[in-house]
């Protein structure tokens, strides 16, 4: 497998349970131990569980412990941040509760490699929407999701980067504040897009104890066509490269 860059976590410090479910399914991942792996724990009241966690599924992994709390707004920026200071063409974003597909890298190196020159593509994202049945090779055009996603440096440095925090800000009153908001802004102002696999390749499993989780609305928001294990197979884009932005713009429909 040709490894494009690196995976970086962000881990609250409060939930060792499911974070323990999601390192078992990255530990399924064909080709994880390839791939330099960094986790950003924040200091939660049950740190010391998580870090014991971690040394447990992946004892070769970086842990890196704030002094302070973070938060879900700056631990993200600073987790990708890190990835890029220390050299990374192409960074995994992964969250202590979103477990992934034993194909998720397979997916994620495709796309690291077919849009690395495209910068039509601000990014890559693990988690689809769509309704189920859908094709498990294909790549297309879709939303962006927080639930395990990628970028490029340069992508990062021009621009998530810089424009992060203010971007997260909602413009007006009774906007979305938050990164993924802020993401989808960018995407908007730049006339970008994210790929996705159209089978989903992440899925969310903590319905309770996150920041801004509902519990009730946790199911509806699941992925219909995540499987935990699919077969290696080539993946092919169903959407040419550089077309879907100017598609999007002109009033064409996203998958």
Do not use: K
């Not at 009241?45 to 447990?56: F, G, H, L, M, P």
């Not at 928001?221 to 932005?245: K, L």
């Amino acid at each position: 497998m040709i490894v494009p860059g690196s995976l970086v976590f962000t881990v609250s410090g409060e939930r060792p349970g499911y974070l323990a479910e999601v390192l078992t399914s990255w530990g399924r991942a064909r080709g994880v131990a390839d791939w330099p792996m960094t986790f950003l724990l924040e200091p939660g009241t049950r740190a010391r569980e998580c870090r014991t966690v971690i040394a447990d599924a992946f004892p070769a992994a970086d842990v890196v412990v704030h002094p302070e709390r973070l938060g879900v707004l700056a631990n993200p920026h600073r987790a990708l941040a890190t990835a890029f200071e220390r050299g990374a063409a192409f960074a995994v974003l992964g969250e202590e509760d979103i477990v992934v597909a034993d194909d998720v890298l397979e997916f994620f190196t495709h796309a690291a490699v077919a849009h690395r020159d495209d910068p039509s593509v601000l990014a890559a994202c693990a988690f689809s929407r769509l309704p189920a049945p859908q094709p498990a090779d294909a790549v297309g055009s879709g939303r962006f999701s927080p639930w395990v996603w990628g970028t490029w440096s340069d992508r990062w440095h021009d621009t998530l980067g810089p424009r992060w925090f203010e971007a997260a800000r909602a413009p007006e009153p009774g906007g979305g504040n938050g990164f993924d908001f802020g993401v989808e802004r960018m995407m908007a102002a730049s006339g970008r897009r994210v790929v996705i696999p159209l089978a989903s390749r992440s899925d969310d499993i903590g319905q309770y104890g996150g920041v801004h989780a509902v519990p009730e609305d946790w199911e509806a928001g699941r992925a219909a066509t995540f499987a935990a294990h699919r077969e290696p197979r080539p993946f092919r884009d169903v959407t040419p490269v550089g077309v879907a932005a100017a598609a999007t713009r002109r009033g064409a429909p996203r998958t």
